[in-house]
């Protein structure tokens, strides 16, 4: 019994002093990764990655860089609330990719974890020949 009562104030002070999340915004991504499987060369692929901002104020992504031209890039360009979802969509062209791919975008905010990285595979397979 009396390791109950010695117990409480522990527990009420580690209750009181609970540290609170980092106040701003906060990007939490759906999938941070995608794998877009086999494809033909030529084709072009797109893929949304879904976040949300868990944060407390609004999210603003100022840019998202790319490791090569194939790739390119569209996220909002207003404000994301608090709680709100959107999405950055990645298009991968494969015109000039062959064999096993991997890429990664990095995504730039004001979000305290930010930069966050995505990324998407593929295996790029020659062009079927035309008959």
Known sequence: MNIRLL???VLLFTLAFKPKPAPG???SFKETKHN???L???EIVKHAFVFTNTGNAPL???KADVQCECTTVDFPKKPLAPNATDSVVVTFDTK???DRQERSVVITSNAVNSPVGITFKAVVLKP???K
Do not use: C, E
């Open 7 to 9: 117990l409480i104030p």
């Open 25 to 27: 915004p906060q990007m």
């Open 36 to 38: 877009f499987g086999f």
């Open 40 to 42: 033909r060369q030529g």
């Open 60 to 62: 603003i992504i100022s």
């Open 96 to 98: 000039s990719a062959i």
């Open 128 to 130: 079927k020949n035309k």
